[in-house]
Every structure is written in structure tokens, then in C-alpha cells.
């Protein structure tokens, strides 16, 4: 009999569309912040820190660096 861990949850990254496993763990931790669940997998998210360093020069005057309220908001496959 295997464990039933239906705990871990599969995330499709909003920016290269892979799916990525958040754990159990990582999303209590995520909830325990009350921080948004990532939307990007760990790649993504490295590469968007780098760019937001290199974009902040430019965006300033539009501050919509805000992830929760993007136009893409079909994330939500994974309810539960
Ligand atoms: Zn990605």
C-alpha cells in the first residue's frame, strides 16, 4: 500500500508552463506567512528577482510589480 499524500500539489508555471511539485510543507509554509502560493516554478522565480533588479530603473512611475492580481488567473485547476 502506498501513502496517500495528496497533500503535494501540482502547479503549472504561469511563465514556461512547467509543472512543478509545491509540497505539503511548502505550502503550510507559504500559509503560515499568509503569502500567495507561487505561481512561477523556482526557475521562473529566480529569473523574474534578477529582472526585477535589472527593470527597476525603468518601471519607475508604473509600480505593478504585484503578483496576485495579474490578468492571467487561470490558475485555479487545482482547487482543493
Ligand atoms: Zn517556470
Known sequence: MTKTTNNDMPIVCLECGLVFI???????WYR???????KRCPRCRRKRRAAERL????AKGNST???DSTTLNQGSVFNG
Open 65 to 67: 510589480s504585484s503578483d
Open 22 to 28: 509545491l509540497t505539503s510543507d511548502e505550502s503550510d
Open 32 to 38: 503560515e506567512r499568509n503569502y500567495n502560493l507561487p
Open 55 to 58: 527593470g527597476n530603473a525603468e
